[in-house]
């Protein structure tokens, strides 16, 4: 369980100055420390908050879509009705 | 060194359900780009999935299909990675409890003479992502996210493939399984199939697997098969030149005709999968599990094996019948009631009715050919009434009106002579004209029967029955005695 | 004294009455604002010319006799962290400080289908990341009690918002405390809702397994009446619960109080335990039965909390690329680029850091089954709570161990976080729990008590707190 800042901040897509590697990795040492105490278990099933049976989900019923305009207001650059990259 | 060839295949089949996965915009190909969209497969800050219904129950169908175990419990899981297509950067698919496990795909191989069951791992829900167009001139990417969130479900294999044209059996047995279960339009021109290809080589006797290469979303059935054939060459020569295979992954270019390099064994991919937060966990009674059972046609390769056995036809024309209802309900209407061998009806129906069909431009259900019409018209050829060359005629009348063959034949003078003493006087006077006839057949050159039924015919101004003609001939020029 | 002084339900009941208008009421909001808020700073963004018509829209109606609803014209603040399609959206970050939503979050469509008047986008810390409102990338948030410490986080500009009568009511979000911690401190009253009873739709998410919007007011009353305006399932929302109705109804003489013994602890301020016991005591005097229960696990809260949150919320901010809206840096070289130079000049450090430790904690590369250990413990934790609420009706704690701190002086992350070591466990079982101020300290600094309940009694806590107010408050 080695951490790496670096590795871990490719896999975020984030670049960080020198100063920031030092800062945030003394920071998560601390935390990773706190979170050793939790004791492990045998069972590990996930809690699901809750239950949805298959007649009560949503009816394929075609609603809600935007005009292209409205999909492409917040795009900061676009370019003949496609987002750009 | 001997090698056993291992390929494992992850099919993408897209649903065709009318709304997206998690939200209700269109389930269409093809429109203006970013039009069907809306903040959900946008991924825009604070949307919440919402689950399609039929989504879920064309996953089952499926499932029921392949021989899996449904799982009345299922859930979905977070995939995370970054790339354009990606609205949320991450795929909501199921990785813990997917919908269905296990199962398996039973393909037909050596012209429907041999059977392998193919395993399957599972079958799970998953959402399509947007569409990149790469623009060639400069180097900007073009993203439309009308295909954002499309349901899809994935079927996973088992790596129990063994060579390209098993891989093509495979392909083919779940498109046309979706087709005739009517869970996918099957487009692959439009990308609702695509497919993972995993090949490794592993040496024979021994237990330990090769590495695996990955060519990744092929969209053609053939650009798998070639893609398959194409990597275990190049495989197999590393290994036969000493060297060791690297895991790469590849993607298929139709164009060239080769597998590309993607990527070498990838640091950046880490999916950090977790249960989706923002959905619940999906309960299926039994109950809905039967009902969606008996909604399950005929499949195609039980089709394909029950009209070879049935009918005794080839595997060539079961297969065609058993991708187009229509003429496969018409060929079993006729077939029932027809006296003479299935074989020649399937010839009519796969042959002039397609050939007229196409030509025409019209579709099977626009015609007016009815099964009894066509029936009808083959016994009259099976008992020489019409020839075959007039039943071409024949058929084309009764694909636009519903009118008895008999009448058509007596209209346009089709009907056959058969009568023995008609045809026996028309071939003594022919041959009495043509003395050449039986001097050049006794030398040998038997082809000149074919002049000679020529002439029979004119007389009868084609009416006549040429089998029948060619006997006589046969026994007057052979001189043989009638008893 | 001023129509922005007053409490909602006071200021409805004179719309009733005719004896004030929509429009007057905003009118003294807006003054306070203009006399106040370059100091206090609670708000992103002021929507006054959307207020103004608002209100003259509710007194047109009013004049025509249209009934409307009990919340009408009465000026809201809302957290930016809520999608309000027009308005400009940020989450307090720079990531997203032009994005202007096409649509709306679930409740704001309910706050405008009550005709409440809209006052601004309330500031908080980014992504409702921290716990003094001091991670904010585009305002400073002030307690108004005190210019010269922090609102509280991470609803600080919310809970500012109301303690300094710039707004009626507000709206925050709670995932680990961030409606509870700001109320205490501003010494206003918030509500955390039994997860589910409000919908998330349209919330920008920090932890999906937490995260509730919580109504907050000047009173009991108030934060009672707006609750009931908000809550519900939404088809929308798959994580929305419907209502159960709870078994139990108020009596204080049947009331059994439970003192939360791992909350009154040496870390606690002994004013504010005092103050808390007080609280106690006065309801002890009016009849009920006191306890001291106690709930174990508590030293696992803390980081079973941030193992939870850090991994829903990495992949949460994953979706902010600078493709589709907000920030996007000015010159990459290739895709890769773009998404590093965005999110690295977009985020702020507390985002970075959480999405760091987030996604660590869930890569199959640095192994661990962390986020499964952790919803066992919350499962584990629930049942303890259930428990507890067999020996008593409701729990009541201090909701922070000290009063609002001055600004700066919190600066080790770890600590900042310890701030809401009273909050995590309802969040973590899924519970409601109510705070509110039960009187000053020496500093004549707010003190916030919480009262948490079993899942489903928001009305209990809202009349117990009712009763306080009534009857106990000095």
Not at chain 3, 216 to 223: E, F, I, Y
Not at chain 3, 252 to 275: C, M, R, W
Request: hydrophobic share 40%; proline share 4%; net charge negative.
């Amino acid at each position: 369980m080695a951490f790496d800042v670096l590795r871990v901040g490719e896999l975020a897509r984030f670049e960080f100055t020198e100063e920031e590697v030092k800062k945030f990795d003394g920071h998560i040492k601390e935390m990773l420390r706190m979170i050793s105490i939790i004791p492990e278990v045998l069972e590990t099933e996930a809690m699901v908050a809750n239950k949805v049976r298959l007649s009560d989900l949503r009816e394929d019923v075609p609603q809600g879509s935007w005009d292209s305009f409205d999909v492409l207001a917040n795009a900061p650059k676009k370019k003949s009705g496609f987002f750009v990259v | 060194m001997e090698f056993d060839v291992v390929i494992g295949l992850e099919v993408h089949v897209e649903l065709k359900t009318k709304t997206k996965m998690y939200c209700g915009c269109k389930n269409e190909f093809g429109g203006v780009a970013n039009s069907h969209c809306c903040e959900i497969c946008l991924g825009m800050p604070g949307v919440l999935p919402n689950i399609n219904k039929r989504a879920i129950e064309y996953a089952i169908k499926a499932g029921l299909a392949f021989n899996c175990k449904i799982n009345t419990s299922t859930k979905l899981d977070r995939k995370n990675y970054f790339y354009p297509d990606l609205a949320k950067s991450y795929q909501i698919s199921q990785k813990e409890q997917p919908l269905c496990v296990g199962g398996f795909v039973e393909i037909l191989l050596d012209g429907g003479t041999k059977e392998k069951r193919i395993r399957l791992v599972q079958i799970h829900v998953e959402e399509d992502a947007g569409k990149i167009i790469h623009m060639p001139e400069s180097d900007e990417i073009f993203v439309d996210f009308n295909r954002s969130g499309v349901p899809l479900i994935e079927i996973v294999s088992e790596p129990d493939l063994c060579s390209p044209s098993e891989v093509k059996a495979f392909l083919e047995t779940i498109r046309n399984t979706a087709l005739c279960l009517g869970i996918s339009d099957c487009k692959m021109q439009e990308g609702s199939l695509r497919a993972d290809v995993n090949i490794s080589l592993k040496q024979k006797g021994s237990s330990k697997f090769g590495t695996r290469c990955e060519i990744k979303n092929v969209g053609s059935i053939n650009g798998a098969t070639r893609a398959a054939e194409c990597e275990i060459k190049r495989q197999k020569e590393v290994i036969s030149s000493g060297g060791e295979v690297e895991q790469v992954t590849f993607r298929w270019d139709e164009t060239l005709n080769e597998n590309m390099v993607m990527r070498k064994k990838d640091k950046s991919v880490d999916y950090g999968f977790f249960a989706e937060p923002d959905l619940p966990q999906v309960e299926i009674l039994n109950e809905e599990i039967e009902e969606i059972k008996t909604s399950i046609c005929e499949l195609p390769n039980q089709k394909i094996r029950r009209l070879m056995a049935d009918y005794k036809l080839p595997y060539a024309d079961a297969y065609l019948l058993m991708e187009d209802d229509e003429k496969n309900a018409m060929f079993e209407a006729v077939a029932a009631d027809f006296s003479g061998e299935p074989k020649k009806v399937a010839n009519w129906i796969l042959g002039d009715l397609t050939r007229i069909l196409n030509k025409q431009n019209i579709s099977f259900a626009d015609s007016k050919l009815t099964a009894k019409n066509l029936e009808k018209m083959l016994e009259m050829i099976e008992n020489n009434s019409i020839s075959n060359t007039a039943g071409k005629t024949i058929i084309e009348v009764l694909m636009k009106q519903d009118v008895h063959p008999e009448t058509i034949a007596k209209q346009q003078g089709l009907l056959q002579q058969s009568d023995q003493s008609v045809l026996e006087d028309v071939v003594r006077e022919v041959l009495l004209e043509n003395t050449h006839v039986p001097e050049l057949f006794k030398k040998g050159k038997t082809n000149i029967l074919g002049f000679a039924v020529g002439e029979c015919m004119k007389r009868l101004k084609g009416s006549g029955n040429p089998t029948l003609i060619k006997e006589i001939l046969l026994k007057q020029i052979q001189g043989s005695v009638e008893v | 004294m001023e129509l922005s002084e007053l409490t909602a339900k006071e200021l409805s009941q004179m719309l009733r009455k005719r004896t004030c208008s929509a429009s007057e009421i905003l009118e003294s909001v807006l003054q306070q604002i203009q006399e106040k808020e370059s100091d206090i700073g609670a708000y992103i963004t002021l929507t006054e010319d959307l207020a103004k018509k608002q209100a003259q829209k509710v007194d047109e109606k009013l004049a025509k006799g249209v009934e409307l609803a009990e919340l009408a014209g009465i000026p809201i603040a809302v957290k930016d962290v809520i999608c309000t399609k027009g308005i400009l959206t940020t989450a307090g970050s720079k990531i997203l400080e032009n994005f202007v939503p096409q649509y709306n979050a679930t409740v704001f469509n309910k706050v405008l289908a009550a005709n409440m008047v809209v006052v601004g986008k309330a500031n908080l810390d980014e992504f409702a990341m921290g716990t003094t409102c001091e991670s904010s990338a585009l305002r400073f948030t002030k307690n108004p009690r005190d210019l010269t410490r922090v609102p509280g986080g991470s609803s600080g500009g919310s809970a500012a918002a109301v303690a300094g009568n710039e707004a009626i009511l507000a709206l925050g979000s709670d995932t680990g405390g961030s409606v509870r911690l700001p109320a205490a401190f501003c010494g206003v009253v918030g509500l955390r809702p039994t997860y589910g009873r409000v919908s998330r739709y349209g919330v920008i998410p920090l932890a999906s397994s937490f995260d509730q919007v919580g109504p907050m007011g000047k009173t009991v009353g108030d934060v009672r009446m707006l609750f009931n305006a908000i809550a519900g399932e939404d088809p929308k929302d798959m994580t929305t619960i419907p209502n159960k109705k709870f078994e139990k109804s108020f009596d204080i003489k049947k009331l059994t109080l439970g003192i939360y013994k791992e909350q009154f602890n040496e870390h606690v301020d002994p004013e504010i335990s005092a103050s808390v016991m007080k609280m106690v005591e006065s309801f002890k005097e009016h009849g009920a039965t006191i306890k001291e229960i106690s709930v174990p696990y508590s030293e696992y809260f803390l980081p079973l909390y941030q193992i939870i949150l850090t991994i829903e919320a990495a992949s949460n901010l994953a979706r902010h690329d600078g493709i589709r809206y907000g920030h996007r840096t000015q010159e990459f070289k290739d895709v890769e680029e773009l998404y590093c130079k965005t999110r690295s000049e977009g985020f702020g450090p507390e985002p970075k850091r959480r999405i760091i430790l987030g996604t660590f904690l869930s890569s199959a590369e640095f192994g661990g089954a962390y986020r499964k250990k952790a919803f066992y413990w919350m499962q584990k934790i629930a049942e303890a709570y259930d428990n507890a609420f067999k020996e008593c009706d409701l729990l009541i704690s201090p909701m922070s161990c000290s009063h609002a701190f001055k600004v700066g002086e919190l600066v080790d992350p770890i600590k900042i976080y310890a701030l809401d070591l009273c909050a995590f466990g309802a969040s973590l079982a899924s519970i409601p729990a109510l705070a509110l101020p039960c009187g000053l300290d020496s500093s004549n600094l707010p003190i916030g008590t919480q009262i948490i309940g079993p899942k489903y009694s928001e009305k209990f806590l809202f009349d117990v707190g009712e009763f306080y107010e009534a009857h106990c408050k000095t």
